[in-house]
């Protein structure tokens, strides 16, 4: 908050009129032509969501919440469900942008972990992984088979066993977290210290245990939901062959960088764009995940080479567009009449996650004999959700088609209110632990997409 406060009024009232006079030029744009499609739209709602995006982050600054809100909100404002400045066909037409924002997450994600960090959080990060995956899937999955009777109208038609199948799977769904949101806001505040630090290390590193989980969980719930089906472990067959892969991939390709970044170390821009897009759709193509390929080669460049701290400015200089773009059209996308008709049930259910996942931090501290700021926050970057958890959903959806539509659907409310309300507590947790040191550079952050079988509609 004090470099809210050195900001003079008369700044702030500029940055809401500047924001006032955006949105009134979108306004009589779209009132003047209203039947302006194709690439002339879609450039004005890049345009637009860029200067909207930045306008809203400053002026509710002074409410010290994280940029990535004003983002979000910037969007949901001017989406296709409140001022409708920005249509559902320009909103589908930016989700390229989320190719390239995954490889900069991911990247900047493992050259934010430190090899000496991880080795001496290792205890606590074992512990904590173990206890909160467990338990969070164990309550949550219970909450949803209590309430599936009354509140969850895709379940009506399934026996009890079938309706503990489904559970299970939103236990999964409920497990996972959002990389994106801690990373913008370490980026945003230029936190440092014991929670920032574990706070990476978990939330990127849960990734693959989620990937696992729900490897496991869709096996297990087949024959509960079909008693015609069979319990098959081909899906972890797979699963190996594209952890392994991306693994070894990504430490190549982490040494080629480094070795470029040594001894050339110029137009990394150019160099990220094309990994981006190109490498992103290359390592599609050869089913592996990249967004475990890139994490690997950013951890790769941070810590087994000494051009760490270059290659974190290069992706800084370019996140900044990339990154305001992406989460206004978050928030464009956030389908507000779907989360009007479902709030019950999904705050029902993301409140007994966010009540499991502090029961549980406060419970694995314990064990762990962890630092006070770590009893006291832990939790905080576990709330939020996005893009991972709608991948995952997606393919719940379609490996379980007789009720994955109802399914995707919960997901898609239940991670609305998750993604507004998980940044601004984590941003509060690093202020209270007294670990931020002002604002920093644009986000570097994005909603990822999981691994192969997740990457359908990623960017939902």
């Not at 004090?2 to 030029?25: E, N, P």
């Not at 994106?180 to 939330?203: D, N």
């Not at 990994?275 to 290359?282: N, P, Y």
């Amino acid at each position: 908050m004090s470099a809210v406060r050195s900001r003079s009024l008369g700044s702030f009232g500029l940055d809401a009129l500047a924001l006032a006079v955006v949105f009134a030029i979108a306004w009589a744009g779209v009132r003047g032509a209203p039947a302006l499609h194709g690439d002339a739209a879609l450039i004005g709602a890049l345009g637009f969501l860029l200067l909207a995006g930045s306008l809203t982050s400053k002026v509710i600054e002074v409410l010290g919440v994280p940029h990535l809100t004003g983002y979000l909100l910037a969007g949901v404002v001017a989406g296709p469900h409140v001022l409708h400045l920005v249509d559902h066909d320009a909103v589908t037409r930016l989700q390229p942008v989320n190719t390239l924002a995954l490889a900069l997450i991911a990247l900047a994600g493992g050259a934010e972990i430190e090899l000496g960090a991880i080795r001496r959080s290792l205890r606590s990060l074992a512990v904590a992984m173990i206890v909160q995956c467990g338990s969070v899937l164990a309550v949550v999955a219970l909450v949803f088979v209590v309430a599936a009777p009354t509140l969850i109208p895709f379940t009506y038609s399934l026996r009890f066993s079938g309706v503990v199948g489904v559970a299970l799977l939103w236990g999964v769904i409920a497990v996972s977290r959002s990389p994106a949101a801690t990373l913008a806001v370490v980026s945003q505040t230029r936190a440092k210290g014991p929670l920032t630090s574990f706070s990476l290390a978990f939330v990127m590193t849960s990734d693959v245990v989620v990937v696992v989980l729900l490897a496991a969980m869709m096996a297990i719930a087949k024959p509960l939901v079909d008693p015609a089906a069979n319990l098959s472990l081909a899906a972890f067959h797979v699963l190996g062959h594209e952890i392994l892969g991306s693994v070894a991939i990504g430490t190549t390709l982490g040494v080629v960088l480094a070795l470029y970044l040594k001894l050339v170390g110029r137009q990394l821009i150019v160099v990220l764009v094309a990994l981006g897009f190109g490498a992103t759709e290359t390592l599609h193509y050869l089913n592996y995940e990249p967004l475990l390929t890139f994490l690997v080669a950013g951890f790769v460049v941070r810590n087994l080479s000494q051009q760490g701290e270059k290659f974190l400015h290069a992706t800084e200089q370019m996140g900044g567009v990339v990154y305001v773009v992406f989460f206004a059209n978050a928030g464009a996308h956030l389908d507000l009449p779907l989360l009007k008709e479902l709030w019950p049930v999904a705050l029902l259910l993301a409140g007994s996650r966010a009540f499991t996942t502090i029961v549980a931090a406060k419970v694995s501290s314990r064990i762990a004999g962890d630092a006070p700021t770590i009893k006291s926050w832990s939790w905080a970057p576990l709330v939020s959700q996005a893009g991972l958890t709608l991948g995952l959903s997606a393919v719940i959806a379609r490996e379980f088609p007789s009720f994955g539509a109802g399914f995707r659907a919960l997901a898609i409310a239940t991670v609305a209110l998750n993604e507004i309300v998980g940044p601004i507590v984590f941003k509060l947790a690093l202020d209270r632990a007294k670990e931020t040191s002002g604002p920093g550079p644009e986000l570097r952050v994005v909603t990822h997409a999981p691994p192969q079988a997740l990457r359908e509609d990623e960017a939902a």
